[in-house]
T-cell receptor
Framework: EAGVTQSPTHLIKTRGQQATLRCSPI?????VYWYQQALGLGLQFLLW???????NRGNFPPRFSGRQFPNYSSELNVNALELEDSALYLC????????????FGQGTRLTVV | GQQLNQSPQSMFIQEGEDVSMNCTSS?????WLWYKQDPGEGPVLLIA?????ELTSNGRLTAQFGTTRKDSFLNISASIPSDVGIYFC???????????FGQGTTLQVKP
């Protein structure tokens, strides 16, 4: 069974541009989570989607947004990129009834130059 | 906001030694999770704990959910070189879907 898959693995963008990151959850999982892991700052919660709806949001500005599609895959969009947005962006998924047992993908390394 | 204090920050041990790390919080969680992250990879779930006082093992790993629901520890017995990595604790609440992560413990094992 495939795990959580994320694409692309690496992304280089210029300051001010937009970035789109994609995530496919484990089959049967309906919840998708996004975390940011900046160097030296640990994992910070960004967004939680379940059944196509945004359920919770971390302490990030509105230029971080996303959506979940009917097949439960998800996109994270970051607008007006800033240098400090450079980080590893991790997607995780869980079953609806076990929504704190999250399984992570390998991440997308976003570099803003 | 919620914070987890994870200690120690790093450990450098000899192969075969036992390892212990722990997390404490000012908040109550209804789930405690332990993850391991290798460089350039996503965190891998090692153990999940759901009840206060619960003690769970996964091979050489043992973790406990503290009775106050504000702490957890992870023990690794008879460490081997492939145990090298960063270990994270995480506390979760099902109503928020959010995991709060500790700062991580970097483990190095000398053969």
């Amino acid at each position: 069974e495939a795990g959580v898959t994320q694409s692309p693995t690496h992304l280089i963008k210029t300051r001010g541009q937009q970035a789109t990151l994609r995530c496919s959850p484990i089959s049967g999982h309906t919840s998708v989570y996004w975390y940011q892991q900046a160097l030296g700052l640990g994992l910070q919660f960004l967004l939680w989607y379940d059944e196509g709806e945004e359920r919770n949001r971390g302490n990030f500005p509105p230029r971080f947004s996303g959506r979940q599609f009917p097949n439960y895959s998800s996109e994270l969009n970051v607008n007006a990129l800033e240098l400090e947005d450079s980080a590893l962006y991790l997607c995780a998924s869980s079953h609806r009834t076990m929504n704190t047992e999250a399984f992570f993908g390998q991440g997308t390394r976003l570099t803003v130059v | 906001g919620q914070q987890l204090n994870q200690s120690p920050q790093s450990m450098f041990i000899q192969e075969g030694e036992d390892v212990s790390m722990n997390c404490t919080s000012s908040s109550i969680f209804n789930t405690w999770l332990w993850y391991k992250q290798d460089p350039g990879e996503g965190p891998v779930l090692l153990i999940a704990l759901y009840k206060a006082g619960e003690l769970t093992s996964n091979g050489r790993l043992t973790a406990q959910f503290g009775t106050t629901r504000k702490d957890s520890f992870l023990n690794i017995s008879a460490s081997i070189p492939s145990d090298v990595g960063i270990y994270f604790c995480a506390g979760g609440s099902s109503n928020t879907g959010k995991l709060i992560f500790g700062q991580g413990t970097t483990l190095q094992v000398k053969p």
